[in-house]
């Protein structure tokens, strides 16, 4: 079985082409032969005429044998492929100049002889007629035989008189029977059929070219497909490489190949970004149980202390046993709102509920909220913002919380005497936000991570109370709302020297 396309596509071709030089070749040698028998006809159209003129081949029915021999022997001179027969009224073959013995038919049929003779008829050569030595039809030349005394030009227009008979002179003989023959016998046929053959050889050849051009590119195709379905897991750049090798056609098979490979691409990201969260789930899952399961046993062993000892600790111990267990179970709270709040920022239920409102005010109003703790800490909180800025559109509540946790941050990290500077400033458009302190700052290769969910910096000294309070949420938090606003935050930090977190929003 042809299985391949372009196999199918050949094999078809092969079928029309060998059908239409078929059809080719029985057409010329059809209208060929009509024309050379036309030719032959209109040439001797009065042959007959001619041979009988002034001679009296019948007298009363009877054929007039020395005449007759006589035109016999003209005939041999003339042309020996001619034969001539003598007609009785009736069509019956009298006498005849072919071999004796090889004429098969006792009479021929007379209509066609009429409508060679009538002078209308002159248009429509050539007439076959009955060929006495074959059951075939061939051109002829006739003419009527009349009584003597009559011309046998007047026959046909007068009626006067029916012939006596007709002279029957059957053109051509047997030569053109065969096509090879009538082949050999034309150079020009012979030059047309082999450059319709050397033609359709051409077409052919030409078509097996654009057929293997244009599977080529489906073949290329059915590969990608088939890598496609059997890896399950598309590289889109394995695919991407194959539809420009042909170049740009900008056909159909084009915008096919096209669209496949940027489906095939759109599958491939979709499946890697799939791939991707899911990893992410699994590891939120396990950092998730981690943290959850930590501070709930701590809580859980004081208690159970508490319970136990009931009665038997010292009253300053029992308050620091409690306030451990506050200390858990608060950040078992923050550990569980945060997670709620990234989930729901994470799956597009927070509306944003866009305001315009001044920055500045906000900014004071949170720095204000933490001014208390910062005074603890020993540390210099403080705003800078500049006069007549323009008001801002976002999530007023979203924004408030980016603020309080890069502000909580800040001083988390930032040592006593230390300073945390929120500042606002005006770009083409915007408002930058930048919160920066003077605190321990973030090593290089961390900066990329800290965004990320769980992350949380290791520190050798100093570090413990941030570890203990942290969740590693807070800037997946700020990050995710700011990427809901269409923005993104940047941060630059040293080691020793501090870190500045900044952002922008649309200014209105
Ligand atoms: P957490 O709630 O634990 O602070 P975050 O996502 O807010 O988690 O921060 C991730 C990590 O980035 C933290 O472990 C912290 O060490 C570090 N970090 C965040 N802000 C600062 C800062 N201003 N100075 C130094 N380190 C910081």
Redesign the pocket.
Known sequence: MVKSLYAKLALVLFVLLAIAGVLYVQLTLFTTRRYVEEVNQRLNHDLAAHLVADRILLRDGKVDRPALEEIFHDLMVIHPQIELYLLGPEGEILAYSAPPGSVERQRVSLAPVRKFLDPASASALPILGDDPRSAGRKVFSAAPILFPGALSTEAGSAGKSAPQGYVYVVLGGEEYDSVANLLEASYVLRLSILAAAGGLVLVLLSGLIVFRFLTRRLRGLAADMERLDASGLPAPETLSSSSSDAGSTGDELEQLSQSFHRMARRIAEQVNEIQEKERLRRELVANVSHDLRTPLASLHGYLETLSLKEGKLAPGEQKQYLEIALRHSERLGRLVSELFELAKLDARETELHRELFSMAELVQDVVQEFQLEAERKNIALHAELPEGLPTVEADIALVERVLE??IE??L???PEKGSVTVALDRRNGSIGVEVA?T????AED?LPR??GRF???Q?AEG?EL?ER????????I?KRILELHGTTIEVT?RIGR??S?RFLLPAR
């Open positions: 946790n890069l941050n800040a988390r990290h930032t302190d605190g321990c700052g973030i961390e800290i965004f992350y949380r910096v520190r570090g941030a309070c942290g969740t590693g949420l807070g800037l997946a700020t930090s501090g870190s977190f």
